[in-house]
């Protein structure tokens, strides 16, 4: 699928805009490339541990198998590094503990949820630009290369390295090959997009309701139970239903009704407004599904459990 990556005008020139599949607009921060290379770092400190006890293992084997031994070594120091990267980024849902610990996350650039072969593929990519050129330059002892081939390995090294720089989306020849896309892992707070489209107050929640989350200056408050009965499905539905100029026959006040009933709000108070109503939820929602799907939990309606 292609990608529907589009930069935001003005001061923030790492914040992004991702068209989903189904039309949800995510704003993303990227990731600097300061704090990615960093991760990176720590992410090669842990894995440490595991290349040295390798290479006492390797170093025995060179010893008695020699040339064979140095080829098993080297397929081992593969194996670690390869599933170390691919198995966080999967488990954790594109963090690695390197990652989180700077506050990165890799994503879809499409807008979708963060795929297997996806994250193969920028892990596979890691070794031809960087582990690849290393390994020989480490082990020029014992393959016998040339000096002009060390000097095209460290060249071949440092072109991969730099591309980041070199294009708007901070993308490594990984992340190309992949549709990925490293950025900044969203804060709890709702992004300033976010709050300056919130709806007009409307009528408090009635006594008894489920503890509020904050949704702007709107007086309606929504549980994260309450907004995640639904989903993308019916919150497209419900923003055809807003955009339409004429509430013919009462349409916004029955379905007003039927989500009240539904997500357990209180009786509505005199002079209850469903447009404003529906306004409110839809914000609050949207705000919910957009921060889910920054995490990879998509949600397709209110059949689909995640």
């Known amino acids: 699928m292609t990608a529907a990556v589009s930069e935001i005008s003005g001061d923030a020139r790492r914040l992004r805009r991702i068209a989903t599949p189904e039309g949800v607009d995510l704003i993303v921060e990227l990731g600097e490339k300061g704090t990615r290379a960093g991760a990176f770092l ?48 999967l488990r954790w849902r594109g963090v690695t503990p390197g990652k989180r610990l700077l506050g990165l996350r890799v994503i879809d650039r ?15 990519m890691r070794e031809i630009e960087v582990f690849l050129p290393l390994s020989l330059l480490l082990a020029r002892s014992l393959t016998g290369a040339s000096g002009l081939i060390q ?30 896309l490293v950025i900044a892992n969203p804060k709890a707070v709702l992004l300033p997009d976010l709050i300056a489209r919130r709806p007009a107050p409307a009528a408090p929640p009635a006594p008894g309701a489920p503890a509020p989350v904050e ?14 009965i639904y989903g993308i499905f019916e919150l497209q539905t419900l923003e055809r239903v807003l955009r339409q100029e004429k509430d013919n026959d009462g349409v916004r006040a029955q379905i007003a009704e039927r989500i009240r009933r539904k997500i357990g709000w ?34 397709k309606d209110k059949n689909d459990r995640r």
């Open 215 to 228: 949704v702007a200056d709107s007086p309606y408050r929504f549980s994260d139970a309450q907004l995640d």
């Open 110 to 124: 499409s807008g979708g949820p963060l795929r297997a072969d996806s994250v193969v593929v920028r892990n596979l």
């Open 266 to 299: 209180g009786e509505p108070e005199p002079g209850f407004d469903a447009g404003q109503f529906l306004a409110a939820f839809y914000a609050a929602q949207r705000a919910r599904l957009e921060r889910k799907m920054l995490f990879g939990i998509r949600r």
């Open 151 to 180: 000097i095209l390995m460290l060249v071949w090294t440092g072109i991969f390295l730099l591309m980041p720089l070199f294009n708007r989306d901070n993308l490594r020849l990984g992340d190309m090959v992949a549709g990925t």
């Open 42 to 89: 720590l992410d090669f400190i842990f894995l440490a541990l595991g290349i040295v006890m390798i290479g006492l293992v390797s170093l025995g084997f060179v010893y008695i198998w020699k040339g064979w031994g140095l080829a098993l070594g080297m397929l081992l120091f593969f194996l670690l590094r390869f599933f170390y990267f691919s198995y966080f980024e």
